[in-house]
């Protein structure tokens, strides 16, 4: 796991990556050192969680990919089948290329 979110870390734009179980534990991550691995992995659960269940109530079809922007940069987080890659990247970013890439790497952890 280490080796795909630091192969996906090489992305231009991309400051970390890790994934997080559907619990919001954090399963493997490489992320800048600025952030706190848990309170990232606690966040992400909570928020995925949360759209899951309201699509569910909405009839519609299962969480895959959530996108958050902020004043100092953005958040991925999509459903893998352990739990959520999570990817934290720069304001400006080529957000197509992130989600390229990240499919690339969830496909690589469903091996």
Known sequence: MREVLSELNKTSG????????HDGIVIAADLNSQFDDETIGALAGSISSTVAKSLERLHQTPFRQLTIEANKGK???AETPVGYLVVTAEEKVNMGLIRLEMKNAITQISM
């Open 14 to 21: 991309i400051t970390g990556s890790m994934l997080v179980g």
């Open 75 to 77: 958040m991925f987080i």
